[in-house]
């Protein structure tokens, strides 16, 4: 029988810096609820990983020695990867953190950064949500450019979409905004509708790829 709870986050972690990750899976290790099943360097190796094991939640560097992560992206959420993927890197560009977000990546972490906001960012991100540094946020949505005439939207609607982008949850938006939580619902479940998505994340997703900024 495994030595972890059967409800426990399955976590690996990518990173090439051998140091960071070791003490990252050490830091983790010592949280309630989480289980780091491993660590490796490369895409290669985490490929192996996750084709031989269930992970809950993949911890990936951007920088994977002389590759960066987008093609391991790609082919992981193209190939029926069903965890969630979170980014902790020193940093990326606006271009990089849009194409990652549209390939399925659910949260981008700055490695300088305090170690308790990545905890609570994993927790946030196996609830459901969408975890954005704000620094990374504000400059990729400013720097995405759309592709198509996104549908409009109404005022209520893009001030709920820049608290999704904050990571709020239903109630923290609705005490933001001053009304209940159910008006809130009914405005994300019309930004569903008008985008074609069903979860928060997709609604990200699509966001960035058609509105340059909010509210």
Not at 34 to 60: P, Q, R, Y
Not at 89 to 97: D, N, R, Y
Not at 152 to 170: C, D, K, P
Request: proline share 3%.
């Amino acid at each position: 029988m495994p030595e972890y709870p059967q409800s426990a986050v399955r976590i690996l972690i990518v990173d090439d810096h051998a140091l960071f990750r070791e003490s990252l899976a050490r830091l983790l290790a010592a949280e309630p609820g989480f289980h780091i099943v491993g660590h490796c360097a490369t895409s290669e190796e985490a490929s192996a990983i996750i084709k031989d094991l269930k992970i809950d939640l993949l911890l990936l560097d951007f920088d994977l020695g002389v590759n960066n992560c987008t093609a391991f992206v790609r082919s992981t959420t193209e190939g029926g990867f069903d965890g969630k993927i979170l980014l902790v890197t020193a940093g990326v560009s606006t271009s990089q953190a849009a194409e990652l977000v549209r390939l399925g990546v659910v949260g981008i972490f700055l490695k300088n950064d305090l170690p308790a906001l990545l905890t609570e960012a994993i927790r946030d991100i196996v609830a459901g949500k969408v975890w954005l540094d704000q620094k990374v946020l504000q400059h990729t949505v400013a720097g995405v450019s759309a592709d198509r005439s996104p549908p409009t939207l109404t005022a209520r609607e893009r001030q709920v979409l820049s608290h999704i982008f904050a990571g709020l949850t239903n109630k923290e938006i609705a005490g933001q905004l001053g009304t209940s939580e159910g008006s809130v619902k009914a405005s994300i479940q019309q930004l569903f509708s008008k985008t074609g998505v069903r979860t928060r994340g997709q609604l990200v997703r699509v966001a960035l790829d058609q509105y340059k900024g909010l509210p």
